[in-house]
T-cell receptor, first 114, second 117 residues
Framework: AQTVTQSQPEMSVQEAETVTLSCTYD???????LFWYKQPPSRQMILVIR??????QNATENRFSVNFQKAAKSFSLKISDSQLGDTAMYFC???????????FGKGTSLLVTP | DAGVIQSPRHEVTEMGQEVTLRCKPI?????LFWYRQTMMRGLELLIY????????DSGMPEDRFSAKMPNASFSTLKIQPSEPRDSAVYFC???????????????FGPGTRLTVL
């Protein structure tokens, strides 16, 4: 069985600051994929960033980057220069060898304040 | 390029009525997914289609739920009869995933908020 745990239900950060969202997971598979999705108040699920487990280099997308620690089964998301539009629920997700089944964490609600 | 399109965006119905949710995946995508989001259970995969064929429907809660994909550009999720506990946000997602050992990112639609009174 695969599990994804997000231990921070809520977080807040001031505009322009940096914030890190935590995610840990458990899987017995060697090849898997990790994702961060963002869900703003509009409800739309938006892909933020993706990481293949076989890649040692941490993925980066503009202001968003991950710290992938495979041995520790940790996959944290760092948001630099936070913007008001980053206010959203953030979900960590794991996909294993099935190639299609996404297991989501419970989410972290991030509030960016002026 | 248009994203995943879902309709309606909001649906309010009474218990016992039939509800049909619709989805148009991104053109060229081989895989389509239906998810349900609730506060209690989070995001759950209901059913997965590959090339219009249902591959995994183990997440479909019960016989009241059914899903079809008559062609590559359209899918429906039907609930008959609906119950208050079906109230949730239902997402459709699509991906280029062809069913091989590698995978592809899933792109989500805006969701349908269903309320069953």
């Amino acid at each position: 069985a695969q599990t994804v745990t997000q231990s921070q239900p809520e977080m807040s950060v001031q505009e322009a600051e940096t914030v890190t969202l935590s995610c840990t997971y458990d899987t017995s598979e060697n090849n898997y994929y990790l994702f961060w999705y963002k869900q703003p108040p509009s409800r739309q699920m938006i892909l933020v960033i993706r990481q293949e487990a076989y890649k040692q280099q941490n993925a980066t997308e503009n202001r968003f980057s991950v710290n992938f620690q495979k041995a520790a089964k940790s996959f944290s998301l760092k948001i630099s220069d936070s913007q008001l539009g980053d206010t959203a629920m953030y979900f960590c997700a794991l996909m294993g060898n099935s190639g299609y089944a996404l297991n989501f964490g419970k989410g972290t609600s991030l509030l960016v304040t002026p | 390029d248009a994203g995943v399109i879902q309709s309606p965006r909001h649906e309010v119905t009474e218990m016992g009525q039939e509800v049909t949710l619709r989805c148009k995946p991104i053109s060229g995508h081989n895989s389509l997914f239906w998810y349900r989001q609730t506060m209690m259970r989070g995001l759950e995969l209901l059913i997965y289609f590959n090339n219009n064929v249902p591959i995994d429907d183990s997440g479909m809660p019960e016989d009241r739920f059914s899903a079809k994909m008559p062609n590559a550009s359209f899918s429906t999720l039907k609930i008959q009869p609906s119950e208050p506990r079906d109230s949730a946000v239902y997402f459709c997602a699509s991906s280029p995933y062809s069913g091989t050992t590698s995978t592809d990112t899933q792109y989500f639609g805006p969701g349908t908020r269903l309320t069953v009174l």
